[in-house]
Nanobody
Framework: QVQLVESGGGLVQAGGSLRLSCAGA????????MGWFRQAPGKEREFVAA????????YYADSAEGRFTISRDSAKSTVYLQMNSLKPEDTAAYYC??????????????????WGQGTQVTVSS
């Protein structure tokens, strides 16, 4: 069974940091682009960050640029999202996603074939 399992969410005060992890299982994601998306209550799921399978190209939403860093350990089929200077508006469920092998680290969620169940991030003011 192919799975992506997120961890690292929680409650943090504004200005604080969290590091999300996403571990793949059931198949190798070493050649898949991987991304992070988030969804706040009543809102559409939106792109946060993505990384190419080579690890040498990263992409960010404007809201994440300069505060969040995506990285990966392909040998472990794991992707990370380091989130600094968190704001209340970052509160959402964060989802990890992976493309098929060779896929592009797109901003469009429809380009991703595999999804995790999500981890909640709550930032208090």
């Amino acid at each position: 069974q192919v799975q992506l399992v997120e961890s690292g969410g929680g409650l943090v005060q504004a200005g604080g940091s969290l590091r999300l992890s996403c571990a793949g299982a059931g198949r190798t994601f070493s050649r898949s682009a991987m991304g992070w998306f988030r969804q706040a209550p009543g809102k559409e799921r939106e792109f946060v960050a993505a990384i190419r399978w080579t690890g040498d190209s990263t992409y960010y939403a404007d809201s994440a640029e300069g505060r969040f860093t995506i990285s990966r350990d392909s040998a472990k089929s794991t992707v990370y999202l380091q989130m600094n200077s968190l704001k209340p508006e970052d509160t959402a469920a964060y989802y990890c996603a992976a493309t098929v092998p060779g896929g592009w680290p797109a901003r469009n969620r429809n380009e991703y074939a595999y999804w995790g169940q999500g981890t909640q991030v709550t930032v208090s003011s």
